[in-house]
């Protein structure tokens, strides 16, 4: 469980499955032998024949690329850390060591206008051409392609004065913009053919337009945004003519061989915004002014459908993608939830594009590209989709980092290379925290032994991945347990560690995690009552009337599971389609009619409680509290705060609410009001001697957070 609730891919083995590769110990103490991992094995002959399509060679104008295997646009916000070019260095050579094809920077603007937050780059700023030289010489050494990102952040940035083509606000912004005058407009395209100038002058080998996700130039082309009437807006062919100005303008100044990439919305999902026929003529119009290569944009910042998240399906795109592809002659790249190389493959075999970007996938594992050019795609860290410490932290102003992978973003803060001083290491406890930390610690050179009470590895997100949509946790359990194999970790399943079993370790690490918190209510032991880890488990079956008790993150993912009448953990894109209203037809405006989105179809009666007032749900996700208060609300969910618990019988669960006494008769009630730290071997141990280390939910339990409990253990790992 985390904090972005409670948290695979096609054909992920199960959590017992996964144990058994690792080697376990009885209670009796027999052992199990562990496999070695599922790849096709090092680097040399099999290079590239696992997934030949990924590991082909790909063409953009007048570039070359070694694979078709891209590093996508993302916003850093490094340049507002100590030593940014030194940080920045680092983050994109591990990228590039790591056999990536291209590299496209995060977005640099082309003028002081269109920043997205105070302090970041102008691509026109004399000052900063050393920066960019050092940076690109730098990353260019690995054989990368290496490309800037132009990014005009019109009524998106979050600056004072910010632009637009009309004053329209953005919902997700509180500053109106001011709208640009026709001789600001010829200016601003001015400005982008300066900083491409400026870009290959500095070592960029191309440029990549930001032309979607409802930046400015997308801003221009839409309906919703552009209400001008002069020659840059009203009908479609005035709103498409400034992205094709600023591409004529930069083709003509840089010349045919300085590759021009245009990242192009392919679906709005906004009222308002472009329709199939005029996202198609765009692509056609874009091909004849220049443009090398497309790549597929989806949805806007502002837009109430996710693109990104765990509910989005794994390449739930590939319509819209492999259409475009259909009407244009120069490659297409697909973008959105590719996050394992099977995904990207498949794209790439039935010819829904020409290449896949993957930006995400590149913050949890720098290696992802090597390990696929190897067949090493089992230790492939994945990414899960959960935005929690990438998109929100962007959202807040903090610079992102990776929750299954820390080291992303801070790669000065977490030194490598073995120890001087290897150890003898008992880990107790087998979920997240406890894994991390022993496959880093025996990475480094400490020998390591990892006991766990329960038959499988990976503690609470084995509840977690069974929550709809969120079974990408499963590829987080199979990256962790092949990862073991791989450093020789001793696992010990369904074994409870004692002071005696562990007399012969130099210390002990305790991940021992957290149990339920025990509720004070008279007739807490009713028959009725059970807790999250019973129902998410399969242990009880909750009634068609259900009252759950708390309302943090694990109370919404256990609504949402019971919401989920049996749908699997894994999204699908014809549900997804149903869910959101998504269409085909040509002319209708974003692509979806919310109206013919599928009513919910509740499971179940839910009532959801807490004691305290205010909001239910105040510690979810910046980026994805939306999508599970939608769903909740269109099924119809009672949310009560201020709630005062009196007692549970055969009637039901007895409260006050504002002063009113109700008893909801409920045929199940579900505790999910907190947990509380399992440190009971802290004491006895401490009391034999041993150097005791916490970490994890044992350590700190109010709020469950994995990325705390991986980022915790990774450090402890190296401090040793």
């Known amino acids: 469980m985390s904090k972005t609730g409670m948290g695979s891919g096609t054909g992920a083995e199960t959590g017992q499955a996964l144990g058994a590769r690792v080697g376990a110990e009885t209670g009796s103490g027999t052992r199990v032998g562990a496999e070695t991992g599922t790849g096709t094995g090092p680097a040399g002959d099999n290079i590239g024949k696992k997934f030949p399509h990924l590991s082909s060679p790909f063409k953009i104008g007048s570039m070359t690329l070694a694979n078709r295997m891209i590093m ?78 132009l990014l005009h952040a019109g009524r998106y940035a979050k600056i004072d004065n910010c632009v637009a083509p009309s004053a329209i606000k953005a919902p997700i912004n509180p500053r109106t913009p001011r709208g640009l005058t026709t001789v600001e407009v010829w200016q601003t395209i001015d400005d982008f053919r300066r900083a491409a100038l400026m870009a290959r002058d500095c070592g960029y080998e191309g440029v990549e337009l930001m032309g979607s996700e409802g930046y400015l130039l997308n801003q221009f082309l839409s309906a919703r945004t552009n209400h001008r009437d002069d020659a840059f807006g009203g009908s479609w062919e005035h709103r498409r003519r ?92 697909a973008t959105n939830r590719i996050n394992m190389p099977e995904v990207g493959e498949a794209l790439l075999r039935e010819k829904v594009a020409d290449a896949v970007y993957m930006a995400r996938p590149l913050l949890a594992d720098a290696d992802y590209a090597r390990k696929v050019l190897e067949g090493r795609d089992h230790l492939i860290n994945t990414c899960i989709a959960c935005n929690q410490a990438c998109l929100d932290h962007i959202f807040v102003s903090k610079v992102p980092t990776c929750l299954v992978n820390p080291r992303a973003l801070r790669e000065l803060e977490f030194p490598e290379g073995a120890t001087q001083h290897p150890e003898n290491i008992a880990v107790i406890g087998g979920g997240v925290a406890g894994m991390v930390f022993a496959m880093e610690a025996a990475a480094r050179g400490h020998r390591i032994t990892l006991f766990e009470k329960a038959a499988t590895l990976g503690g609470l997100l084995n509840l977690a991945r069974v929550i709809p949509g969120k079974g990408e946790f499963n590829d987080f359990i199979r990256y962790l347990s092949e990862r073991l194999v791989e450093t020789g970790v001793d696992v010990r399943l369904g074994v409870t560690a004692d002071p005696p079993r562990l007399s012969g370790y130099d210390r002990v690490v305790l991940a021992t ?7 004070s209510i008279d007739g807490i032991s009713h028959p009725s009552v059970a807790s999250y880890e019973e129902v998410l488990s399969g242990k009880v079956t909750a009634g068609a009337r259900v009252a759950v008790i708390g309302a943090g993150g694990i109370g919404f993912d256990t609504v949402e599971y019971l919401l989920g009448d049996g749908a ?36 179940r009666e839910i009532v959801m409680l807490q004691r305290s007032e205010g909001r239910l749900g105040k510690t ?13 609300a269109k099924a119809n ?36 009001a907190g947990q509380i730290s399992d440190t009971s071997l802290e004491k006895p141990l401490r009391q034999a001697g041993l ?12 709020e469950l957070d994995a990325q705390r409990a991986v980022d915790e253990a990774t450090r402890l790992a190296l401090s040793l």
């Open 72 to 149: 996508g646009s993302m916003h850093t916000r490094m340049e507002t850390m100590d030593r940014p070019l030194e940080r920045e260095i680092a983050f994109y050579e591990a990228r590039a060591r790591g056999g990536i094809g291209m590299i496209v920077t995060g977005g640099f603007a082309p003028n002081s206008e269109g920043l997205i937050d105070p302090g970041c780059f102008v691509m026109n700023a004399e000052i900063d051409r050393g920066y960019h030289q050092e940076l690109t010489s730098a990353v260019k050494q690995h054989d990368v392609r290496f490309v800037a990102q």
């Open 242 to 333: 400034f992205p094709l100005e600023i591409v004529r303008a930069i083709r003509a100044a840089a010349g045919d061989d300085f590759p021009i990439m245009f990242r192009m919305s392919m679906l709005e999902l906004v009222d308002g915004g472009m329709s199939q026929r005029e996202i198609f003529d765009l692509a056609h119009c874009l091909q004849a002014a220049g443009v090398d290569s497309l790549t597929s944009g989806i949805g806007w910042h502002e837009a109430r459908v996710p693109t990104v998240a765990q509910v989005t399906p794994r390449a739930a795109f590939k319509k819209e993608i492999a259409a475009v592809k259909a009407v244009v002659d120069i490659p297409v790249i």
């Open 691 to 702: 150097p005791v280390h916490m970490i994890g939910g044992a350590l700190f339990a109010t």
């Open 568 to 603: 699997g953990p894994y999204a699908n894109r014809p549900d997804f389609e149903a869910e959101y209203g998504l269409t085909e037809e040509p002319d209708v405006s974003g692509g979806f009619r919310p109206d013919s989105a599928r009513p919910g179809r509740p499971a």
């Open 513 to 519: 995690g957290v149990v339920p918190r025990q509720l």
């Open 637 to 672: 969910v009672r949310m009560l705060a201020g709630v005062e618990y009196r007692r549970i019988d055969d009637a039901g669960l007895h409260i006050t609410v504002n002063g009113a006494e109700e008893t909801l008769d409920v045929d199940t009630i579900i505790i999910c």
């Open 620 to 632: 979810l996700s910046i980026t994805t509290d939306w999508i599970k208060r939608a769903k909740i």
